[in-house]
């Protein structure tokens, strides 16, 4: 278990709350990581009694919990634990109330899933009201800003009340178990890392497709786009975990430190290695013109990007990112495709293909490494490619079935004081001065997404982005 702790979640009425953090803590509580003295304090505007409150937790976690992991008794303990204070995060309402129910002699975690216009507000009145003791530990949500100006005002709203040791900047991305394996493939074992540069990587490419679209999110989300929706946070920590160099420790800041060298080294985007696109209505549902409420959107629901590195392990390879909603299938994977062998002293080479490592991240998590080998039978020294194929639920079995989901063990890491998978300021901030100029420059160009038919693979203008450099997107299947 960890630490006896006292967690206030901000917003705990909301959306985030409901669906990921709330039912989050439940499972943790079931797997007995919380011990019975821990308190979890939802705070919100809304008038609740306590009662109330857990009736509202519990129908939440009816909702979002699997059937299986669904226990009455687990879940009146866990009910117990929770109370509620009605508080006015810009006024004064609730504070001295919160004061009192929080303890200064256990661990202390509050959580920000309110709008980050309310973050600055929120931190004052928990210094202010000394209700945060100096050990405390915030946590905040994305959109941690929309652009560099704005982030950097939202870093020094809270540095101004908390060091950054303390802050805890979520991108649940990083809580993906697959995704901190990439961290185990690349630096556990002696295999890849050789062959993890230029001079053996022809390119990279790095792809996370949905099928959801933006349904009840437009008013965000025609604000945003992919770009700050997906690329400057969750795409960005893809990349960087891929290109980093290895960490001397894997420790909170050595591993951020090398984060934050490769986001320091992208190069600017440019205008022709960029494809926006917006989906179409169509299977029964509307396009997003209908979903954003905005028929003069110009909001990409889709991007590919070409990048460039400029460091001496990436200089001349290649990495192509996309992202988009309204897809063909509900699909994340990295691939890391080699160079041809320098000569090849067969004959044949109908079947011949560069070695490709593919990383799935989600759904059926695993590991692919597609090799050369002769095709069997007697007709000579033919070569064809066979995957190494490696499902992770087939290798690990029932060990997988537990595995906790992102939220789950992000905030179990805040309890326990653990930065390594959460952005550091500096970080959020080097992303965005790197996101402000690319969109810039469409908004300057005036620059329109090109249509897309939902259940696709997206524009077709995304596959000349490869075609032109004689390489060809993976396929989403
Ligand atoms: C969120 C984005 O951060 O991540 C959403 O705001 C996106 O638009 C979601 O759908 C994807 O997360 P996951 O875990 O479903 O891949």
Known sequence: PVEVFDLVIFGATGDLARRKILPGLYLRWLAGQILPEA???????????????????????????????????????????????????????????????????????????????????????????????????????????????????????????????????????????TVQNLMAVRFANILFEPLWNSQYVDHVQITVAETVGVEGRGVYYDKAGAMRDMVQNHIMQLLCLIAMEPPYHFDPDAVRDEKLKVIRALDPVRPEDIVRGQYLAGGGKGGYLEDADNRNSRTESYIALKLHISNWRWKGTPFYLRTGKRLRARESEIAITFREPPHSIFDDHSGWRENVLVIRLQPDEGMNLKVMIKEPGPGGMRLVQVPLDM???????????????????????????????????????????????????????????????????????????????????????
């Open 391 to 477: 499902s992770f639920a087939e290798a690990l079995g029932e060990a997988l079935d537990d595995v906790p989901d992102a939220y789950e063990r992000l905030i179990m890491d805040v309890i326990r004081g653990n930065q390594t998978l959460f952005m550091r300021g500096d970080e959020v901030e080097a992303a965005w001065a790197w996101t402000d100029p690319v969109i810039g420059g469409w908004e300057a160009r005036g620059e329109k997404p090109q249509p897309y038919e939902p259940g696709t693979s997206g524009p077709e203008d995304a596959l000349m982005l490869m075609h032109r450099d004689n390489r060809r997107w993976r396929e989403i299947r």
């Open 39 to 177: 308190r979890v304090i939802g705070a919100a505007r809304a008038e609740l009694s306590d009662a109330e409150f857990r009736a509202s937790v519990a129908a939440a976690i009816a909702e979002y919990v699997p059937p299986a992991r669904q226990d009455a008794a687990a879940l009146a303990g866990f009910l117990d634990r929770l109370s509620y204070v009605a508080i006015d995060a810009t006024g004064d309402k609730g504070w001295a109330q919160l004061r009192a129910v929080v303890r200064p002699d256990v661990v202390q975690a509050f959580y920000f899933s309110v709008a980050p216009t309310l973050f600055g507000a929120i931190a004052g009145r928990l210094t202010a009201h000394g209700i945060a003791g100096p050990e405390a530990r915030i946590v905040v949500e994305k959109p941690f800003g929309r652009d560099l100006a704005s982030a950097r005002a939202l870093n020094a709203a809270l540095a101004q009340h908390f060091a950054e040791s303390q802050i805890y900047r979520i991108d649940h991305y990083l809580g993906k178990e």
